[in-house]
């Protein structure tokens, strides 16, 4: 079965710090990968999605993630984290030809400090 | 996002009791989704549906069903609400892609529910 793993819980970083968050998804053939942010006490909402073409996909708010394909992985990063970016993150694979559901990981909590 | 809407945002209930909640939206998306969100297990999908006439079941749809009523409206009911129904209940609607599998979900702003 098709799953997704975000290994890191629970980060804490201080502002200006480099942030990465780990994705992999078990899955052979062609995926489409997203990353969801939810902030405190809101829904959540895309920051970025990667369907095709270049890897390296940029989104909202100076996030990018990079697809990987030999290692199964989607991992998030963003160079310098604001305090603003203290949420849960999850990332969400939706694989294969005619799969309609999204499947998300556990999701990892970040927390910025000033 | 106020084109994804969900009633209420809050309810307590307890153990026994039929309770609905509802999912309205004016995307004019066909999609409609109902996951579940618990911590520490990110988001689970309950059901879905991609027209009025289409219901299908998600990952843990035992103790739930849903009615879509219009392309707009998709409720969610719990026949007899149990403790381990207390969770995070967020509504989605997605758009066509280029293919199935590309669609992108829009959630609503949840309904929090407690059964005692």
């Known amino acids: 079965a098709q799953s997704v793993s975000q290994h890191n819980h629970h980060v804490i970083l201080s502002e200006a710090a480099s942030l990465e968050l780990g994705c992999n998804y078990s899955y052979g053939g062609t995926v489409n990968l997203f990353w969801y942010v939810q902030y405190p006490g809101q829904h959540l909402q895309l920051l970025l999605k990667y369907f095709s073409g270049d890897p390296l996909v940029k989104g909202i708010k100076g996030f990018e993630a990079e697809f990987i394909k030999s290692k199964f992985s989607f991992n998030l990063r963003k160079p310098s984290v604001q305090w603003s970016d203290t949420a849960e993150y999850f990332c969400?694979?939706?694989?294969?030809?005619?799969?309609?559901?999204?499947?998300f990981g556990t999701g990892t909590r970040l927390q910025v400090f000033p | 996002d106020a084109d994804v809407t969900q009633t209420p945002r809050n309810r307590i209930t307890k153990t026994g009791k039929r309770i609905m909640l509802e999912c309205s939206q004016t995307k004019g998306h066909d999609r409609m989704y109902w996951y579940r969100q618990d911590p520490g297990l990110g988001l689970r999908l309950i059901y879905y549906?991609?027209?009025?006439?289409?219901?299908n079941k998600g990952e843990i749809s035992d103790g739930y069903s849903v009615s879509r009523q219009a392309q707009a409206k998709f409720s969610l009911s719990l026949e007899s609400a149990i403790p381990n129904q207390t969770a995070l209940y967020f509504c989605?609607?997605?758009?066509?892609?280029?293919?199935?599998?590309?669609?992108?979900?829009?959630f609503g702003p949840g309904t929090r529910l407690l059964v005692l």
């Open positions: 989605a609607t997605s758009e066509p892609g280029r293919g199935v599998s590309q669609e992108t979900q829009y």
């Open positions: 969400a694979v939706n694989a294969g030809r005619n799969t309609d559901k999204l499947i």
């Open positions: 549906s991609f027209d009025v006439k289409d219901i």
